[in-house]
């Protein structure tokens, strides 16, 4: 084996291009660990909007009764949850309830667990069997009419199983409201996520990522439903209302509300973190 003996200039061109190299790698170990370190800084920021004992923070309005009378004790917290229950009703009578956060949003991740138990009062509608709903980029409390049944908004509807066949959750709804699937605009009601089906009593985590008008559901960690172009339905009485007031028709920001709707339900670890416009 023959070996090759450097002269001074090789030898310096090979100090100089080796430390060059041990610089940029450090350098991008460096900004790489930054990056790691930020998004876990970031995944850290959650903010709790219940604070788990009371409602300090929220609005109630339901159907037929002013803002904030929480009748019959619909929306209460026991046990670290809200709960929502109608042991104080007669009669169901379409009084649909809202319990909005007192903040808006605009760019954001929501995540809280949910629940169905027990039974559906007697007169609740049967398309609300089991159902119930995160409503996003919603109107006020304070500009709804008193006999108004929901928000314009935009609706993650949750649903429980009925014990056989399947029944996604995660899905949406667009109560006054429009959106753009597939680049044109979506005009239907509801539409099914790709979601499981969850039968019984069991917790189920249901996370959003809002980004303006642009709207993606996870449930269970997985995404189920994605789409963009939030908007108001200029032909929804509703909605006509609150754009002759001013209000912008494409929606990019607005409260969070979740609902009663006649099945008891409970809600747990409501947290949302900010994310940049």
């Known amino acids: ?36 370190g930020q998004e876990k800084a970031a995944e850290s920021e959650w903010i709790s909007l219940f604070n788990g004992k009371d409602l300090t923070g929220w609005t109630v309005k339901i159907t037929g009764h002013d803002i904030d009378d929480n009748f019959a004790q619909t929306f209460r ?4 949850m809200i709960k929502v229950r109608y042991d104080g009703y007669g009669a169901f009578d379409e009084q649909f309830g809202h319990l909005f956060f007192n903040e808006s949003f605009s760019s954001y991740r929501l995540r809280l667990e949910y629940r169905f138990v027990g039974d559906q009062i007697p007169d609740g ?106 908007q108001l339905d200029e032909g929804d009485g509703d909605a006509k209302v609150l754009l002759a007031a001013g209000q912008e028709k494409m929606l990019t920001s607005g409260t969070i509300s979740v609902q009663s709707e006649s099945h008891p339900v409970d809600f747990r670890k409501i947290e949302l973190m900010k994310l940049d416009d």
């Open 77 to 80: 917290v026991e046990d670290g």
């Open 125 to 230: 509608p049967g398309w609300a069997f089991r159902n119930s709903g995160i409503m996003l980029h919603g109107q006020t409390p304070e500009s709804m009419a008193k006999d108004q049944k929901f928000p314009a908004s935009i609706e993650v509807q949750l649903l429980g199983g009925r014990g056989t066949g399947e029944r996604p959750t995660g899905n949406l709804c667009t109560p006054g409201t429009h959106v753009v699937m597939d680049g044109e605009l979506f005009r239907p009601h509801c539409v099914n996520s790709e979601s499981e089906t969850y039968h019984g009593d069991q917790w189920v985590t249901a996370e959003v990522e809002v980004r303006g008008g642009a709207i993606t559901h996870f449930i269970n960690g997985k995404q189920v439903l994605s789409y963009s172009g939030s």
């Open 1 to 36: 084996m023959v070996r090759r003996r450097l002269n001074l200039k090789q030898r310096q061109e090979f100090i100089e291009y080796w430390s060059a190299t041990l610089v940029a790698i450090c350098a991008s170990l460096i900004v790489t660990a930054g990056a790691v």
